[in-house]
């Protein structure tokens, strides 16, 4: 299938103003301002498939937001190629946002003292949508999204979980083919959180809605996304399915051990011993040295066991391993 | 397509006019402020002027004639222009709500021109044609026909005069991030000083708002033609009625300066 | 005391960081006071003197007024309110100190920071453009100083309980700017008093606005005789205490509607 979105070399660069110091810098600045040069994203490319729900992942300040205004059209690259199904972003602003949908978690898109309602209502009108299909879409969202408490209630009355709502509803209304979420679950308690996962799962899956999605909350990734693309210092540190990623920068895998006698020395060849007390021990264990069934067998082989688990490593370890130990710079 | 974007604007402006009118009464007393705090100082002009008799050979009536015309025009203004207060503009660009509007498929200038619309001014108005009133109960102008048509015209002239440099001001924070107060110095200051008889200031100042802003062409000179006064400058005749050119040519100056301006924002300004 | 200090101190080196905008406010200041330097010698024009004042004397009052904008902020000042509306007035009022000394500290750091940056630069700035009165004895400046100090300290007394109706209104701005623009007419702001019509100066001399502009121009200007100064730095000092037990009974009131409304 052909890519709904192409990104090739993708860089933007900044100049920024320096403030000097004292009355005599501030007169300077006036003057003559001091400029310095940032490279916020550089060379950045990768391709996204029709349907797709990818994480796009980073530490703050690493060119995340930089790069999703040059994707949504707000920001124009220094050089490299952006393309969404055939469009350039910047160069046809209104066209463009027509054909996408957009969530910042952080500030609503709807009018603040309108009715949730009449919001929706000026949706449809500034994005052309038809009567037909609109009522359709809004029948379906107000349902699956359970809006209809507050429909009529300003905007600025909600709370953040129907806020959240409202405004995923309003970013789907026109049926877009590419949907940007930014931090969709913010500040929300862990019920709300699942509503809006789920939702948007449902919107990947049954309308085959291409998603970017950036979040600090990394079960937002674990639950959504098969997909992760990675960027710190402006450079793209990895592109892969989160298996992969777990595969590569994963951390060690425990296993825990319930015995059915006691033994006084449990440890074992290939695998570090954390914990022993009792009847329960603890192992660590590398996936590229030791399988997980060679590690059992191995155990059962030498001792009885009643009882165990695995357990992967978490995908908060491995982020935050790429994020702390630049794991991925050359 | 030029039909939709005044629907939009509509659109918009009602969203902004129901919500304020929300509280009719404290809308009211907020009119009400609004235009009492403006009068406080014809007022303290006038009681003063008692003691004076004219301002640079102008009387109260005559001054007042200025200051009613300025007053209407900027209050209309400034109720068209809110959106691009660069006061609020700039805490506009600043919490991201500027990219919020350039991600709707609508004309981003409407959608700032709708963004605000601060009905409030309405009082700044109703000062405007109080001290307007006063002007003709004192010194009544006779109202011939060229008269009674050109004067809705340089109404218009300075809503663009001013409005442009609004427009203006607000572009410059996009280098700046920061509001510059100093853009005040030609919006609030140019309402200030086309309020009194322009030949009243030092050389230097008419100079630079004759040639460079030509802030003396849109209140000062229609003013001499209304009041059927010489001009001390000795400018050509037809000085009075450059009003409109200077309003558009401000305006459609700092249009264009505002499309260069987004395009630096959007990164290819540069 | 010594926390008083403190917190007027950190409040007076917050201003000095606004460089830019100190810059910015000071040029605009200077701007508007040309224009009013100018409508003043244009009303002198045909009257060298009008009620013991010359258009030395009112080219030199152009200029203290806008040299005092900011150091008395004229046009508005909003602290309380908004820390009323955000409701930070609960972490406000749980300070070991009275909410009234803890607000007068930061403003009167806040005012002296203006009072140097704004206030002092202009005056020097408008030496410059125009010929301007200066006060003849190091009385007169002694007098001066004195007039400034409690100028400030009634001006902050009357923005306290402006900004106290913010307890019982959310919209409490409108009303506030209404409060403000009162004082550009009465205190002697837009224009000096004893140009105004005597039945005027006469109402004015009931009310406290005088105390915070016109008392410290007639005393820079000398327009006052010595008996006169001492009355009027006197009268200062008694709108500064009245106002300040007024404001105690508002604040008072105000607490016991947020208490009873829960904040």
Redesign the interface.
């Known amino acids: 299938m052909n890519a709904i979105i192409k990104v090739e070399h993708l860089s933007?660069t900044f100049?920024i103003t320096q403030s000097q110091k004292g009355?005599s810098g501030?007169?300077r600045?006036?003057i003559k301002p001091l400029k310095k040069k940032i490279a916020a994203v550089k060379e950045v490319s990768f391709e996204l498939k029709p349907g797709e729900l990818v994480g796009y992942l980073g530490p703050n300040g690493a060119g995340k937001s930089t790069s999703l205004?040059m994707l949504?059209?707000?920001?124009?690259?220094?050089s490299g190629v952006v393309q969404v199904n055939g469009l350039v972003p910047?160069r046809d602003?209104?066209?463009y946002?027509?054909s996408i949908g957009?969530v910042?978690g952080q500030?609503t898109?709807l009018?603040w003292?309108?009715p949730v309602q009449e919001s929706f209502d000026?949706i449809q009108?500034?994005?052309r949508i038809p009567d037909k299909r609109y009522r359709h879409n809004m029948d379906l969202f107000r349902d699956i999204l359970g809006l209809d408490p507050f429909i009529n209630t300003p905007v600025r009355s909600l709370s953040l979980g129907q806020r959240m709502r409202a405004d995923l509803c309003a970013a789907l209304l026109h049926d877009p083919k590419l949907l940007f979420l930014d931090e969709p679950t913010i500040g929300l308690d862990v019920v709300a959180k699942d509503k809006i996962r789920q939702f948007i799962k449902h919107v990947n899956e049954e309308r085959k809605t291409t998603i970017i999605l950036t979040t600090h909350d990394l079960q937002d990734v674990e639950k959504l996304c098969e997909r992760v693309i990675i960027i710190d210092h402006g450079q793209l540190l990895f592109d892969g399915t989160l298996e992969a990623l777990n595969n590569r920068f994963g951390g060690q895998r425990t296993l825990q051990v319930d015995f059915a006698e006691t033994y006084p020395d449990v440890s074992i060849e290939g695998a570090g011993l954390i914990s022993h007390e009792g009847l329960q021990a603890t192992y660590q264990f590398d996936r590229d040295i030791l399988s997980a069934s060679d590690l059992i067998s191995r155990l059962s082989n030498r001792y009885k066991i009643s009882d165990l688990s695995v357990r992967e490593p978490a995908i908060e370890d491995t982020i935050r391993r790429i994020y702390v130990d630049k794991l991925l710079e050359n | 397509m030029l039909r939709r974007l005044f629907t939009?604007y509509l659109?918009f402006i009602q969203?902004q006019i129901?919500?304020q009118i929300?509280y009719p009464f404290s809308f009211l007393f907020d009119v009400f402020t609004n235009g009492i705090s403006l009068l406080i100082f014809f007022l303290s002009l006038s009681l003063v002027l008692q003691r004076f008799d004219n301002v640079g050979g102008w009387r109260l009536g005559e001054i007042a004639f200025l200051w009613g015309t300025a007053e209407i025009a900027f209050g209309l203004m400034d109720m068209i222009f809110s959106g691009f207060d660069p006061d609020s503009f700039s805490v506009m660009v600043r919490?991201?709500?500027l990219?919020?509007m350039?991600?709707?498929?609508?004309?981003?200038t409407i959608q700032i021109f709708g963004s605000r619309f601060i009905l409030r001014r309405l009082g700044r108005i109703a000062e405007g044609l109080i001290i307007f009133t006063i002007s003709q109960v004192l010194s009544p102008i006779v109202w011939t026909l060229p008269r009674l048509l050109f004067y809705p015209v340089v109404i218009f002239s300075q809503i663009l005069f001013f409005g442009g440099l609004f427009i203006a001001g607000s572009t410059i924070t996009f280098w700046t991030i920061e509001r510059i107060e100093a853009v005040n110095i030609l919006t609030y200051g140019g309402n200030e000083m086309i309020s009194y008889p322009m030949h009243i200031y030092p050389d230097w100042l008419i100079k630079f708002f004759t040639y460079l802003i030509p802030l003396i062409f849109i209140n000062y000179y229609p003013a001499l033609f209304f009041l059927g006064k010489p001009d001390p400058f000795g400018m050509p005749a037809f000085a009075p009625f450059l009003a409109p050119l200077a309003g558009l040519g401000v305006f459609l100056a700092s249009l264009w300066f505002w499309k260069f301006g987004l395009r630096y924002y959007?990164?290819?300004g540069? | 005391m010594r926390l008083f200090l403190k917190i007027l101190r950190l409040s007076f080196r917050r201003q000095l960081t606004y460089?830019?905008a100190t810059?910015a406010g000071l040029v605009t200041n200077l701007f508007f006071g040309v224009l009013r330097a100018s409508v003043l010698i244009a009303l002198f024009n045909a009257q060298p003197s009008v009620n013991g004042l010359t258009v030395k004397g009112a080219v030199t009052f152009a200029g203290l007024t806008q040299g005092v904008i900011a150091y008395l902020s004229i046009f508005g000042w909003w602290d309380i309110m908004q820390s009323i509306e955000k409701g930070s007035i609960g972490a406000d009022l749980l300070k070991p100190m009275n909410f009234f000394t803890y607000w007068l500290a930061q403003d009167i750091g806040r005012a002296a920071a203006q009072f140097v940056t704004r206030g002092l630069v202009l005056m020097i700035a408008f030496g410059f453009l125009f010929q301007i009165t200066l006060p003849a004895s190091p009385a007169q400046w002694l007098a001066f100083a004195f007039a400034l100090i409690l100028s400030g300290l009634v001006s902050f007394a009357w923005r306290f309980i402006i900004n106290l109706a913010a307890f019982w209104s959310p919209n409490a701005i409108g009303f506030g700017r209404f409060a403000f623009s009162l004082t550009w007419i009465f205190s002697g702001f837009a224009m000096p008093l004893r140009l105004f019509p005597d039945w005027f100066q006469q109402f004015c001399a009931f009310t406290p606005f005088p105390a915070m502009i016109n008392t410290v121009i007639e005393i820079f200007l000398g327009t006052l005789t010595p008996p006169e100064t001492l009355q009027a730095l006197l009268l200062q000092a008694a709108w500064f205490v009245g106002l300040s037990i007024l404001s105690q009974f508002i604040l008072k009131a105000g607490i016991r509607r947020l208490v009873i409304q829960g904040g």
Not at chain 1, 72 to 78: A, D, E, I, M, S
Not at chain 2, 102 to 107: G, K, T, Y
């Open positions: 933007k100049e009355w501030a007169l600045g006036l205004k949504t059209g707000l920001l124009v690259p220094t910047w602003r209104t066209k946002v027509a957009a910042f500030r898109t009018w003292d309108l000026l009108y500034m994005y | 939009t659109k969203i129901l919500s929300q919490q991201g709500t990219d919020q350039l991600l709707r498929p609508a004309n981003i959007q990164g290819t540069s | 460089r830019t810059l």
